[in-house]
């Protein structure tokens, strides 16, 4: 129900941007966040945005990486800019989804997307 976009190769301090699309019935995106994992690594948060448009990032991506939503869209966007060799991993999104007003949230992660920096 999540699917991402946007991975691909680049050279170092060059950019990309992740897209996140919530597919099927959607009354709530809550808590969306972008994660990655790299080969013999544990996955990691990258970043992380609320409702209310707060985001969080590690040191590792902050200054560099970007988090925003389009609410009426059900989408979640990671900008990322100076890229660097060791941010090469698979990036997921992840989101609790609520399909109707009085189900419940439920967490779901996306099939993850390839983005390779190499010089």
């Known amino acids: 129900q999540l699917v991402e976009s946007g991975g691909g190769l680049v050279q170092p301090g060059g950019s990309l941007r992740l897209s996140c699309v919530a597919s099927?019935?959607?009354?709530?995106?809550?808590?969306p966040g972008w994660y990655r994992q790299a080969p013999g690594k544990q996955r990691e948060l990258v970043a992380a945005?609320?409702?209310?448009?707060?985001?969080n990032y590690p040191d590792s991506v902050k200054g560099r990486f970007t988090i925003s939503r389009d609410s009426a869209k059900n989408t979640v966007y990671l900008q990322m800019n100076s890229l660097k060799p060791e941010d090469t991993a698979v990036y997921y999104c992840?989101?609790?989804?609520?399909?109707?007003?009085?189900?419940?949230?439920?967490?779901?992660w996306g099939q993850g997307t390839l983005v390779t920096v190499f010089s």
């Open positions: 992840r989101a609790d989804v609520q399909s109707g007003r009085y189900l419940p949230p439920l967490n779901y």
């Open positions: 099927g019935t959607i009354f709530s995106i809550n808590a």
């Open positions: 945005i609320t409702r209310a448009g707060s985001t």
